[in-house]
């Protein structure tokens, strides 16, 4: 299977806009491409306003820049802003990772697949799967979004250590939103994530608004050609 598996450092961290950005880069050059969130929760949940731009939840902005609709992009979906095994087993449910990776296959087909991760890489889907089982599982070429400012090394590098001893293959790490203007703080994390995690650290400008030809000109300067290509 031909794709990145975009996972990060926590919730909250830019995997959707950084995954938006991927699949409308790519889709401009005219290649095929198909977005999965293998699990989605927190619909229940009013989306805080961004800027002057009101952004979409995960599947619907994945969807906009895939050319696909929300539901092929998350057929699992939940209310409450939870763990997926709890969002799950509050619906009465219990995830089937089997199923979950067969969905992942189909719906690449043979076009390049954009996945974005659920969470950070422990975040468990059912008690004895995680989500770094899954990438594993995938064996795509894993991204991993994190934060530009204090605190990052320490996520980053545990992120790190935790993918590659599920012997993951990191790409790259992607710190986002990366300011026009960073400071000495943000400029030494990026530093210093690359010399000691001894990994790629690209950026990914602050996205004004969710629209399609911005997520594809903001994916454009990132170098996903070369995170493609065969190891
Ligand atoms: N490049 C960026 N442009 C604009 N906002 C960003 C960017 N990167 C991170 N953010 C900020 O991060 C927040 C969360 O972004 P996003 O929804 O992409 O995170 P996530 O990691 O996908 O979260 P979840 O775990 O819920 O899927 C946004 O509300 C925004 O404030
Ligand atoms: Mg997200």
């Known amino acids: 299977m031909r794709g990145l598996f975009v996972t990060g450092t926590d919730t909250g961290v830019g995997k959707t806009g950084l995954s938006a950005a991927l699949l409308a880069a790519i889709a401009a050059t005219g290649d095929p491409v198909r977005a999965y969130k293998p699990v989605l929760t927190g619909l229940d949940e009013i989306p805080a306003p961004r800027g002057a731009a009101s952004w979409p939840p995960d599947h619907e902005l994945l969807a906009s820049a895939a050319g696909m609709r929300a539901e092929e992009v998350a057929p699992l979906r939940y209310g409450p802003a939870a763990s997926p095994h709890l969002a799950a087993g509050l ?15 189909a719906t690449a087909a043979d076009t390049t697949l954009i996945v974005e ?27 991993i979004a994190a934060r530009p400012g204090l605190g990052t ?35 030494s994390n990026r530093e210093t994530i690359e010399r000691l995690g001894e990994i ?12 399609v030809t911005e997520l594809a000109q903001a994916g454009a300067e990132l170098p996903w ?3 493609l290509a065969p190891a």
């Open 91 to 105: 619906a009465s449910e219990r995830i089937d990772p089997a199923a979950l990776l067969a969905c992942a296959r």
């Open 117 to 143: 991760g659920v969470g950070g890489l422990l975040v468990p889907l059912v008690d004895d799967y995680t989500i770094c089982d899954l990438a594993a599982a995938l064996e795509l070429p894993v991204i």
């Open 153 to 187: 090394i320490n996520h980053t590098l545990l992120t790190l250590r935790a993918a590659r001893a599920a012997q993951l293959d990191v790409r790259a790490v992607v710190l986002t939103p990366w300011p026009q203007q960073p400071d000495a703080i943000e400029r």
């Open 200 to 211: 790629e650290v690209a950026t990914l400008g602050l996205l004004a608004s969710p629209a």
């Open 225 to 227: 050609r070369r995170w």
